[in-house]
């Protein structure tokens, strides 16, 4: 059984950087793809940024190529940087067997945790 957790979320002020990172304590991500999911309020949730499970293959939404960079390290992990208000969400991480921006491909999903970004 695949068991996520996500932790490194907070308060942070616009222009400054966040990383996140997600734990499985049940496997090692082995042979699962995974993915960053981001929910503001009112909105729906949206993908951020996948990863193969061997950390070859990466994928980004256009709102944050180039300030987001998703890794894989013994751990899944989200270093965000140049941070804007609109970035502002709960963050959830995720497994499935492929990447994917469609979050019913995922079968796994972490509580989430929450980044807010201050103008």
């Known amino acids: 059984q695949v068991q996520l957790a996500e932790a490194g979320g907070g308060l942070v002020q616009a222009g400054g950087s966040v990383t996140l990172s997600c734990v499985d304590s049940g496997h090692s991500f082995r042979g699962y793809a995974m993915g960053w999911f981001r929910q503001a309020p009112g909105k729906e949730r949206e993908f951020v940024s996948g990863i193969s499970w061997t950390g070859t293959s990466t994928n980004y939404a256009d709102s944050v190529k180039g300030r987001f960079t998703i890794y894989v390290k013994n751990a899944l992990y989200l270093q965000m940087n140049s941070l804007r208000p609109e970035d502002t969400a709960v963050y959830y991480c995720?497994?499935?067997?492929?990447?994917?921006?469609?979050?019913?491909?995922?079968?796994?999903w972490g509580q989430g945790t929450q980044v807010t970004v201050s103008s």
């Open positions: 995720a497994a499935g067997a492929v990447i994917s921006v469609d979050q019913k491909d995922y079968k796994y």
